[in-house]
């Protein structure tokens, strides 16, 4: 199982701010994208942001990063500050 987490703005759009999923067939941050999609057709829009970021265990990652099972993935918009 991976664990998937929600951050931030993202978490309220989604109404969501964790589910867990059997990784078979996914591989890669971009494929477990689309899984979601899937999953939830309505978060399509939130989930293809192209400034949408990512990160495994803590570690920024980018779309082709290789996921394994145990593994905490998170999604969060863009973070700003001042």
Not at 57 to 67: A, Q, S
Request: proline share 5%; glycine share 6%.
């Amino acid at each position: 199982m991976i664990k998937i987490v929600f951050f931030a703005a993202l978490r309220e759009q989604l109404g969501c701010s964790e589910l867990s999923l059997d990784p078979t067939n996914i591989l890669t941050i971009n494929q477990l994208k689309q899984a979601l999609i899937e999953h939830q057709p309505q978060w399509q829009t939130f989930i293809e942001n192209n400034a949408l970021l990512s990160a495994i265990n803590h570690d920024m990652v980018d779309g082709e990063h290789l996921i394994k099972s145990g593994d905490e993935i998170a999604f969060f918009p863009p973070v700003t500050g001042g």
